[in-house]
């Protein structure tokens, strides 16, 4: 299984910058997937999760700016970030996350918030 985010990259605030996170070497999409984000200084936060049902949930910080969807024929997740702030900077990484405890990473990809 591999995991292949793309899309960072940096935006003014306010803007708009959508993440992409491709799942290959899978059969099924029967698997949550999410975003973790990391900036310096400060705990990995999960910023979204959404489960093979498309139910979603958002960290606080996030909530009404960022949209977390999925595409099940391509497998591919999308984070969509609305109107970021500057304390949305970090690296970001996506994961899959399978019903017998697989879980599997993304490379990490680096969004830059200008004020």
């Known amino acids: 299984v591999q995991l292949q985010a793309s899309g960072g990259g940096l935006v003014q605030a306010g803007g708009s910058l959508r993440l992409s996170c491709a799942v290959s070497g899978i059969i099924s999409s029967a698997f949550s997937m999410g975003w973790y984000r990391q900036a310096p200084g400060k705990q990995s936060e999960l910023v979204a999760i959404?489960?093979?049902?498309?139910?979603?949930n958002y960290a606080d910080s996030v909530k009404g700016r960022f949209t977390i969807s999925r595409d099940n024929t391509e497998n591919t997740a999308y984070l969509q970030m609305n109107s970021p702030k500057p304390d949305d900077t970090g690296v970001y990484y996506c994961y899959a996350d399978f019903p017998l405890g697989d879980k599997y990473w993304g490379q990490g990809t680096q969004v830059t918030v200008s004020s």
């Open positions: 959404i489960t093979s049902g498309v139910g979603a």
